[in-house]
């Protein structure tokens, strides 16, 4: 699966699969590693990685940056449409 965004994690937590909580900042711009962002959960996509067998869970939180002009009439994952 390939995201049009960048993923970013939230720091200092842990996920079930290990790995910090991955977030799926939706923006107009990007921004460089490191930036704090205030922004409003809209959404969770549910993720699954690994092989047939073996897989874990995978999440990711689908926030929108509040300065952003792009999105700003998202404010639940519905208001995205469908894909």
């Known amino acids: 699966m390939m995201f ?3 993923i970013r994690f ?5 996920a079930a ?4 909580v991955e ?3 939706l923006m ?5 590693p490191g930036c704090l962002l205030k922004c409003l959960m809209v959404g ?5 990685q690994g092989k047939r067998k ?3 869970r995978n999440d990711r939180i689908i926030p ?10 998202v404010k639940h994952v519905d208001d995205l449409g469908k894909p």
């Open 10 to 14: 939230v720091w200092s937590t842990t």
């Open 44 to 48: 969770i996509i549910e993720g699954e």
């Open 23 to 25: 977030v799926l900042v």
């Open 54 to 56: 073996e897989t874990e």
């Open 17 to 20: 699969d290990g790995d910090p």
């Open 64 to 73: 929108v940056e509040q300065a952003n002009h792009t999105y700003a009439h």
């Open 28 to 32: 107009g711009e990007t921004v460089f």
């Open 4 to 6: 049009p965004y960048d």
